[in-house]
C-alpha cells in the first residue's frame, strides 16, 4: 500500500505539470475535447517512460510536439470531409 501511494504521489504530479502545458495548447488551438482526450492517453505512456528513463521535461516536450502534429493532421480530414459534403449536397 506504501509503495502504491509514493507512486500515485509521484502521477499526480506528472498530470499536474502535464495539465499546465495542456491549458497553454488548448489556448493555441482551442479545441479542448480532442486535447484532452489524447493526453489522457498518452499520460499513461508517458509515466512508463519516466518511470524508466529519468529525462522526464526533454521527453514530454518531444512527445507533446508530436501531440501538436498529430492533433493537427487529424483537423484536416475533418475538414476535408465537411467540404466534400457541401460539394454533393
Do not use: D, I, T
Not at 506504501?2 to 495539465?19: E, G, L, S, T, V
Not at 529525462?55 to 487529424?74: E, G, I, T, W
Amino acid at each position: 500500500m506504501k509503495r502504491q501511494q509514493q507512486q500515485q504521489h509521484r502521477q499526480q504530479q506528472q498530470q499536474q505539470q502535464q495539465q499546465r502545458q495542456q491549458q497553454q495548447q488548448q489556448q493555441q488551438q482551442k479545441q479542448q475535447h480532442q486535447q484532452q482526450q489524447q493526453h489522457q492517453r498518452q499520460h499513461q505512456q508517458l509515466q512508463e517512460q519516466q518511470h524508466k528513463q529519468q529525462q522526464h521535461q526533454q521527453k514530454q516536450q518531444q512527445q507533446q510536439q508530436q501531440q501538436q502534429q498529430q492533433q493537427q493532421q487529424q483537423q484536416q480530414p475533418h475538414q476535408q470531409q465537411q467540404q466534400q459534403q457541401q460539394q454533393q449536397h
